[in-house]
């Protein structure tokens, strides 16, 4: 039932916050199945049942972790609901979540291999409440399947999975059209289009807000306080203000109108 | 004076926040007696000094762990008066913590089996400050400990500790009144009533802040935006508001009276 | 290349807050490279770019851990110009940073005794961005440090670095001038006055905002509610109020004047 080879390392990212117990539990729960687990804090600040906002820290870490590191997301609106767990393989990534499309993102750049829905009970704890499903599956079976437990006797193979409806990008032969789809710490504006959007043309100007914004290769080739588009670490079109936050400047937020223009 | 099996996994509860040193110096000085202690952050965003939050979040975390789990509990009003440390066994937790009452919901759960103030300053810093017993006593004495340190070395026996006045429910033939003791993250009102407290009765309907809300068994249960009562992970009544936030709703907070109807 | 001894302890202090992926992604480099690295988070709520409260983590914390610590930096205002990326060893602390002053105070306390620039591009991610060092080049080389990599590989000694310009005490035969230099989570202030600026003479009374303050040794020696002067756990002049907030009370913040009297 348990293979040789095992990883220890497991990653969390919730929305429960740092001041209540939730996450502490959870913690706990793994270590008690498997005391040699390593366990590592991605985020616990996603705003309450984002899912969006889940699935960009997951595309936006995820891939740079070692093989067959696991990774526990738990922002689930849906516990107690009917909506299914699922064991995911992205690449050689492996994931815990409730199925509801917090994979919407990371799937693009790795696609998924193998899914399995979670439905064997033996490597879940003896009572399972209705509220938090966290500690009473997720993290027990993250416990067993860092000691090796084979996946596939979780459940069964699950042959789809919830998929965001992502707003794509509208693409014309003068201009992108798209929209902002995060705001980080700093105000950055991270939005749906990218860098394979404006393949092959030349980027001219970013429209948001009425105003029209220069690209730039660097922070640091804009003025301090002034406005300007480039691309993330991530590929994403982004409005940064240099030693400024350009959602609070620009009034802009999730949702917000972006135009790109292109030569 | 050291014992053979030692468990370096030590976990940290404070109410130090993220934005300073403090949580930092703590790890430092435990990893420099301890180098393979294993360090785990429960909550560092308890309010400050809030001692009843602190217990809540024990309670919720500690049992959860394996077996001989060391956790630090720094919320110290008391911090240079003549309040004592103490090391406390509760079930097969262990805990270091100044006598506060922090211990007051756990110890119920787990009882305490034995507890030792900590008096021996060897296993302290050399020179101890006035402000920061966390990481002058507590932390030394977390990462001794980890090594197998005997508890017994740590000082005398306590026999007695502080308790939280805690506000118990009043129970009555057809009603159990008590009020809200805790809000979490996603504004859920977690009560001072227990399962215990209707034990053989039928839920009725529970009155908050003048509505009457119906029990549900689950989050899902409740209709987007309709306001809820159900028994929490933990077994307490809480009041929720599906995909919503009940404190800032019902206009409730920590002390709010509630009603449970029980029939 | 690569030494036989090498530390996996490996610290995190960031502007990045964390409901972002930029802290997990820099884990998941460092832990891609050695996956045997053990990464602790120190803080990631430094106010975005305040290298000046960067400094203040840095002191508060740094010095306590075990020799050969490796603590990775990213306050980074700078990046995408020609500021460099420094490897620094301060007393038998190492640490990777931006050379951009967070050094500044640590430095007073443990000297640096090496420091390298980062320019050897082997170490580094095969694709570095132009917003994000902290993923692209400070976790991979701290990744390969823990390995056991010889530091000196990294690239050229550097000679100087930058500094932050400090407001500094001024020092009168009756009273020293200084100012706040942080607000801890409590509302404490701590100011630019050590205990070595009034060595040797008698502290009187602290002024702030109008008020005299008395000095006591403890919180405790304190009425609830009384604003007080101490020295902190730090040796800095503090001033608290206990079981209060002192910023919020007194109005005080970052910068405001601060005189001890002194006989």
């Not at 390593?38 to 906002?53: A, K, M």
């Not at 029209?212 to 406005?227: D, I, N, S, W």
Request: net charge neutral; charged share 20%; hydrophobic share 45%.
């Amino acid at each position: 039932m348990y293979q040789t080879m095992a990883d220890p390392l497991i990653t969390l990212t919730t929305d429960f916050g740092a001041a209540d117990a939730y996450v502490a539990a959870m913690k706990g729960v793994i270590l008690a199945i498997n005391p040699a687990a390593r366990l590592l804090d991605l985020s616990h600040e996603i705003p309450p049942q984002d899912t969006l906002h889940a699935a960009m820290i997951l595309l936006g870490a995820v891939p740079y972790f070692p093989p067959g590191a696991l990774h526990i997301v738990v922002v689930d609106p849906g516990v107690g609901t009917e909506r299914a767990l699922l064991y995911a393989e992205c690449g050689a990534q492996r994931l815990l979540l409730p199925d509801n499309g917090v994979l919407s993102l990371l799937e693009k750049k790795l696609p998924v291999g193998r899914a399995i829905q979670l439905q064997d009970s033996r490597f879940w704890r003896p009572d399972v409440s209705r509220t938090f499903h966290g500690r009473d599956i997720l993290a027990p079976v993250a416990g067993h399947l860092s000691l090796g437990l084979k996946p596939a006797l979780l459940g069964p193979v699950a042959s789809t999975w919830h998929r965001l409806t992502l707003p794509e990008p509208r693409i014309f032969h003068d201009r992108v059209e798209g929209e902002v789809m995060h705001v980080d710490r700093f105000g950055n504006l991270i939005t749906t289009i990218r860098a394979g959007h404006v393949h092959q043309r030349r980027l001219g100007e970013l429209e948001i807000c009425g105003q029209r914004l220069p690209f730039v290769e660097t922070y640091a080739a804009a003025g301090p306080g002034q406005a300007v588009a480039l691309l993330s670490s991530e590929g994403f079109v982004e409005v940064a203000i240099r030693q400024g936050n350009a959602a609070a400047r620009l009034g802009a937020g999730r949702g917000t109108a972006v135009t790109v223009h292109v030569a």
